[in-house]
């Protein structure tokens, strides 16, 4: 299950890139991506680029939660069965949260939301 873990890991820190894309084509929209001030031009974003924009941002926030519970079940060699499962709900959830985001669906994306959130908190609870 160690392998789960890293490889779900692994996509939890490309995931915030990958949600990139979204944002950078809402940019691309709107005149063209201002490499000089991105930032600037992000925070003029309406709709759908700024739903995808908020969902790039969340996967950041999402992956410092999740990160830290899998190292902590690493570092006190806790990896099993169960955190695998964990990990891949945790990773599942995010990706249905991500595109629930685009999709401008609320509830739906607050709920995938609570159970990415309680899957890696329930990682780290195995630590224990």
């Given at each position: 299950?160690?392998?789960?873990l890293?490889?779900?890991?692994?996509?939890?820190?490309?995931?915030?890139?990958?949600?990139?894309v979204?944002?950078?084509m809402?940019?691309?929209?709107?005149?063209g991506?201002?490499?000089?001030?991105?930032?600037?031009?992000?925070?003029?974003?309406?709709?759908?680029g700024?739903?995808?924009?908020?969902?790039?941002?969340?996967?950041?926030?999402?992956?410092?939660?999740?990160?830290?519970?899998?190292?902590?079940?690493?570092?006190?060699d806790?990896?099993?069965?169960t955190?695998?499962?964990?990990?891949?709900?945790?990773?599942?959830?995010r990706?249905a949260?991500?595109?629930?985001?685009?999709?401008?669906?609320?509830?739906?994306r607050?709920?995938?939301?609570?159970?990415?959130?309680?899957a890696?908190?329930?990682?780290?609870?195995?630590?224990?």
């Amino acid at each position: 299950m160690m392998t789960m873990l890293l490889a779900c890991l692994l996509f939890a820190m490309l995931l915030p890139y990958l949600a990139k894309v979204p944002v950078a084509m809402a940019m691309a929209k709107q005149g063209g991506y201002d490499n000089a001030y991105p930032r600037s031009q992000q925070a003029q974003l309406t709709g759908f680029g700024a739903r995808a924009l908020a969902a790039h941002q969340n996967a950041f926030e999402s992956l410092l939660i999740f990160a830290v519970a899998a190292l902590t079940v690493i570092a006190r060699d806790k990896v099993d069965d169960t955190v695998g499962l964990l990990a891949l709900v945790h990773v599942l959830a995010r990706c249905a949260y991500h595109l629930l985001y685009l999709l401008d669906k609320s509830t739906l994306r607050s709920l995938s939301w609570f159970v990415a959130i309680i899957a890696a908190f329930a990682i780290f609870a195995r630590a224990f």
